[in-house]
């Protein structure tokens, strides 16, 4: 099934996958190509890509299933492989936005 993982900055991931396995709000859900067509809401947590063996950590989203496609929408995802090493790259990117903040407070007074 061909899978789309996708968020307001572009398309994060495109491709085939044998099986997904997401993190809903009410649980975790593993999707092979024949599952029933579906919408639900992601919860923070890993989505998990095989025969790749990707895993990406998303902070939420929208997740649907029609025919052959799977359709995720993120706010971004950051590939990790495993929450402590997720929260790290969360981390330094938070820390990285709040600098670039704080130099355009500074471009603005000055």
């Known amino acids: 099934m061909k899978l789309i993982i996708s968020s307001p900055e572009g398309v994060i991931f495109e491709g085939e996958a044998d099986f997904i396995s997401l993190t809903l ?20 947590g890993p989505i998990r890509i095989k025969p790749q063996m990707k ?6 989203g929208l997740a649907m299933k029609t025919g052959t496609e799977v359709h995720l929408m993120v706010p971004f995802a950051i590939e990790a492989s495993s929450y402590e090493e997720y929260w ?15 130099k355009l407070k500074e471009i603005k007074i000055g």
Do not use: C, H, Q, S
């Open 55 to 60: 895993t990406l950590f998303v902070p939420g």
């Open 25 to 44: 709000v009410d649980g975790e859900l593993g999707i092979l190509p024949r599952r029933e067509n579906f919408i639900g809401a992601l919860d923070e």
């Open 88 to 102: 790290n790259l969360l981390e330094k990117k938070y820390m990285e936005a709040d600098e670039r903040i704080k």
